[in-house]
């Protein structure tokens, strides 16, 4: 309900959720500008007026579609999901609005979920509840029939137009849950457990796996509802997806204890490839035991403004310690630190601002770039969804990693380097160059303080 007196006013914007909405005047008049869904990118970040329209500082209003109307008691605006709008009380108003969800936005409203661009919609509780309720009513239907059948009555008048609507859309919604499942499946794979309450991993809530299993024997069911005996239905099920990792028994895989390769109850790897593999082979980038000098010292804030290219450096990749040569050094940068939806952490990065995108595509201002976004990573050809896990304002440098046979180019923060690269036999922290000061490593694989009069000089040496 919206209560307001005259010229009570909204500006410019869309509802999240991918739910189609409508506004019905109980009192009063009410004036509402709509703006196709389509056309975003001619509104200027929503800082372009509708109500003043200036085709010199925005010219490309010109090519946006703008539908304006006044609806009063009896009439009833029903908005398409997405649709920019604004509102202005023409006379005191008093309206009813609210959200719909129908076959025609189902995959915006997944896609919502998905996205998590309206944590103020329970977006699970409303599919779960919408097919659970869709399959009681088939069900009905069902028994309804098998009891004529048995008794040998009439069954043609049982099946209604309602009940056919019924189970179209019950066959709309089954993929829908489906690809709620696939999601689950791959994040507990990939992602792990995470700090869920044990009351939320209970397989049993909302599992949506199930509740797909459960439409397809709802559907089977009135599918042979009039024989005399329903036949059972043979389960296809999909190849399960599972850490590949945890299982040594398996051709080509790596047997190993995966608890060695967590954080914070998340998996690190999963994924039985080459570069995991490499991942695992590496020394532990235990800091307080091996680098006790990086984080008293924060040598990597000191290092950073000595750095050239072709500089050998230590960082740290997750758990552990990777050589990384020098490409770039960047003197101030606005980067997000993502975490890939498909991958496991080990595939993290950090990521300039000006690459992500939200989901639709849209620009993001860089103030709207925060822990728990999800977004679009447009740094090569392909568009990968990651959820920002932190952010960073200030100097950071790219890095060739040095993973085995592999190599990554990434950016680096300074909590991320350890200190210079120091190999096996004394080189120092440059490509191609030697230790002409001949310094000994401490045991702990960093130059020892008494051999150096710089903290950003410290070095780790390559384990043999």
Request: proline share 5%.
């Amino acid at each position: 309900i919206f209560m307001g007196r005259t010229d009570t006013n909204s500006r410019l914007h869309k509802d999240p959720g991918g739910l189609e909405i409508s506004i019905a005047p109980i009192s009063g008049q009410k004036e509402c500008v709509l703006v196709h869904r389509d056309d975003s990118r001619c509104l200027y970040h929503l800082t372009a007026s509708l109500d003043e329209i200036d085709l010199q500082r925005f010219p490309l209003l010109s090519q946006a579609r703008v539908y304006k109307t006044v609806i009063k008691p009896g009439e009833i605006l029903l908005m398409p999901n997405g649709t920019y709008h604004q509102c202005r009380n023409v006379t005191p108003c008093l309206s009813y609005s609210r959200f719909h969800l129908d076959t025609v936005n189902l995959l915006p409203f997944v896609m919502s979920l998905v996205n998590g661009d309206a944590p103020e919609i329970e977006h699970r509780d409303v599919l779960w509840n919408l097919a659970s309720a869709l399959i009681k009513k088939v069900d009905e239907v069902v028994d309804l029939v098998q009891d004529r059948v048995l008794a040998y009555r009439v069954v043609t008048d049982v099946v209604t137009g309602d009940t056919r609507e019924t189970v179209e859309t019950l066959l709309a919604l089954r993929n829908f849950i489906r690809e709620v499942a696939r999601r689950d499946e791959v994040n507990k794979a990939v992602k792990g457990p995470g700090d869920k309450s044990k009351e939320e991993l209970k397989p049993e809530l909302h599992d949506f796996g199930v509740l797909a299993a459960d439409v397809d024997v709802c559907l089977h069911d009135y599918r042979y509802r009039e024989s005399k005996e329903i036949p059972k239905l043979k389960s296809r099920k999909g190849k399960a997806l599972t850490n590949t990792l945890s299982k040594g028994v398996r051709k080509n895989c790596v047997g190993r204890d995966l608890n060695k390769f967590m954080i914070d109850n998340k998996p690190v790897v999963v994924f039985n490839s080459s570069l995991e593999n490499n991942y695992m082979s590496l020394r532990n980038a235990d800091v307080e035991k091996h680098y006790p000098l990086a984080n008293k010292h924060k040598v990597g804030k000191a290092l950073i403004g000595k750095l050239t290219i072709g500089d050998m450096l230590a960082c740290r990749l997750e758990q552990k310690c990777v050589k990384a040569e020098v490409l770039e050094v960047l003197p101030q940068m606005k980067a997000a630190y993502i975490s890939f939806e498909d991958y496991p952490s080990v595939y993290d990065e950090y990521q300039p601002f000006d690459l992500l995108r939200l989901p639709s595509g849209d620009e993001i201002t860089h103030n709207d770039i925060k822990p728990g976004l999800v977004v679009l990573d447009f740094s090569n050809t392909n568009e990968y969804r990651a959820v920002v896990q932190s952010t960073i304002d200030g100097p950071m440098v790219r890095v060739k990693l040095i993973v085995s046979q592999h190599t990554l180019t990434r950016l680096v923060s300074p909590a991320m380097i350890l200190g210079r690269y120091m190999g096996r036999w004394g080189s120092s922290g440059k490509k191609g160059s030697s230790d002409s000061d001949g310094k000994k490593a401490a045991p702990g694989g960093i130059v020892s303080p008494s051999t150096t009069s710089d903290v950003s000089d410290i070095a780790v040496e390559e384990e043999s």
